[in-house]
């Protein structure tokens, strides 16, 4: 079994779809997003309707049942406008929602996936923890079985889009020590016994939404075990990850193509010395080596994702697992290098915020640390390399 996906000529209507729903909808919406921390509900409405929620769910729950290497094209684009607008919708459609349809029972699926599909319930993904990040086999937050209920405790950090979501795909610890000892809950948001901490406030992608999930005595059934197994839930959240890395990889590749896009725009406009800037050779060595680097990126995250979908669906395989971290660590380090350069070619223009480079450089920092910081796919790389 692999992903399909749509048609060609479907997905080509749809990209088409999105291109213009980007440039006609959310740029000019960036500086309003800036400024109040906030994506408007309008567009949200309007993401549900374009189905954007239920990209990568199969049309059997209600969703557009995108390939991965489609998925990723769709990334490319929303990469090249403020992140938080793919933030709104991209728990649902990667880690929020991956793990019910990889691992979920079919009750699970057909209760859960049609209302994530559709933006109704929005999903979040609870991993993550105060002392817990990059070794997540340590989490600390506990689920006790009583009768046919578990009892939760614990603090989740960090977490994206805990403040929108209605329910959450949660790792806890049912057993002992280790990566055995975890299994994945579904956690409903109005869980008696479950608060959110106040919204983190970040360096930069305003708009989008994190915060603590703090679980005292949460009770949620048995039944709402993902896969309805209990200790599986390491396995679970590894599958998950390697799908959200492609597509963060691929979101980094579009930022770095609109601050490329801003940097040579400035660099044909400003003059210095009687000249564009951009004709002098030092500038268009940056704006050459950003191109090379973000050329190599996308060709990374393309190849990688047409791997992935030649791959039994909702299967881990090790090659394709250490080839998405090879993507996730070059494009977010790629970006980094990219928006620095974005900054230089605008001189003192670019460290000022009425220009876009500005925001840019400081949303591309975050790419580098979540769904696995550098230092992680560097380990997953060399150990991948020392089995074979």
Known sequence: MTSKGLDSESFELLIATVQRFIRE??????????????????????????GLFGLSIPEEFGGIGLSMAQEVRVAYEFGQTSLAFRSVFGTNVGIGSQGILMDGTDAQKRDLLPRVASGELIMSFALTE???????????????????????????RFITNAPRAGAFTLMARTGGEGAGGISAF??????PGLSLGEPDRKMGQRGTKTCDVVLQGARVPAANVIGGVAGRGFKTAMKVLDRGRLHVAALACGMAQRI?????????????????????????????????????????????????????????????????????????????????????????????????????????????????????????????????
């Open 186 to 191: 579904i956690v409903p948001a109005d869980t």
């Open 260 to 388: 490329l896009d801003e940097s040579v725009a400035y660099a044909r406009e400003r003059k210095q010395f009687g000249q564009r800037i951009g004709d002098f050779q030092l500038v268009q060595a940056m704006l050459a080596d950003s191109q090379a680097e973000l050329y190599a990126g996308w060709s990374m995250v393309q190849d990688c994702a047409l791997r992935y979908d030649a791959k039994p669906a909702g299967s881990r395989d090790a090659d394709v697992s250490m080839r998405a971290s090879c993507a996730k660590l070059f494009c977010t380090e790629m970006v980094g290098r990219v928006a620095d350069r974005g900054v230089q070619v605008h001189g003192g223009a670019g460290y000022i915020n009425e220009y876009k480079v500005e925001r840019f450089y400081r949303d591309v920092r975050l790419l580098r640390l979540y769904e696995g910081t550098t230092q992680i796919q560097q380990l997953i790389i060399g150990r991948a390399l020392m089995q074979n």
């Open 130 to 156: 105060p002392d817990v990040g990059s070794d997540p086999a340590a989490l600390k937050t506990r689920a006790v079985l009583d009768g046919d209920t578990y009892v939760l405790d614990g603090v989740k």
């Open 25 to 50: 909808r959310l740029v000019p919406a960036e500086n309003d997003v800036e400024a109040h921390d906030e994506v408007p509900a309008t567009i949200v409405d309007d993401m549900k309707a374009m």
